[in-house]
């Protein structure tokens, strides 16, 4: 039995996001269960967040259920090892300003050529993935998703700026 999608744009997008929202949710109960962490607040919110990325990416680039289905895994493994990049460039060489004051000149220039060699893996893997999504998608829409990651990012600095303006009013 073939499936087959409502022409319109709406429709089509409501059902991709529908989709992908089930499989982000059953896939993170089923980690919940398994690391026996139901009700973690924090781990929550990360999935509310996920979720809505995923919308948000999906409708900014206008993703076709096909395209969808190809694009995300590509998508949440290139994610993935850039969470892992992160991770590991959150080293003992991110100093605090006061901090930097008290290096000698070889450990500041050790740190820097550090800084340096993980730029170029970020660059690295960015490289790789741009040619496996350009395999999967139109180019206007490999650079839709780039605004729309930039996008995203802007507002989640800008909801996380309102939170602290606010949390200080709310303790008056």
């Known amino acids: 039995m073939k499936t087959t999608f409502s022409k319109t744009?709406?429709?089509?997008?409501?059902?991709?996001?529908?989709?992908?929202?089930?499989?982000?949710?059953?896939?993170?109960?089923e980690g919940q269960q398994k690391n026996g962490?139901?009700?973690?607040?924090?781990?929550?919110?990360?999935?509310?967040?996920?979720?809505?990325?995923?919308?948000?990416?999906?409708?900014?680039?206008?993703?076709?259920?096909?395209?969808?289905?190809?694009?995300w895994p590509i998508y949440n493994e290139y994610e993935a090892k850039r969470q892992d990049m992160r991770k590991a460039f959150k080293s003992?060489?991110?100093l605090h300003k006061d901090e930097i004051d008290k290096l000698t000149e070889k450990e500041a220039a050790q740190i820097l050529d550090n800084q340096l060699v993980e730029a170029q893996k970020f660059v690295d893997l960015r490289k790789e993935y741009h040619?496996?999504?350009?395999?999967v998608l139109p180019a206007v829409k490999v650079l839709k998703l780039y605004n729309a990651e930039r996008e995203f990012q802007k507002m989640l600095i800008d909801k996380i700026r309102d939170h602290k303006q606010k949390a200080p009013d709310s303790q008056k």
């Open 9 to 29: 744009p709406t429709n089509s997008l409501l059902l991709l996001i529908a989709i992908l929202m089930f499989s982000f949710v059953a896939n993170a109960q």
């Open 92 to 94: 003992p060489d991110y």
């Open 131 to 135: 040619t496996k999504f350009k395999a």
């Open 37 to 71: 962490q139901q009700g973690n607040n924090k781990k929550a919110k990360k999935e509310k967040m996920e979720a809505q990325k995923i919308a948000f990416i999906t409708q900014e680039v206008n993703l076709t259920p096909e395209e969808a289905k190809v694009f």
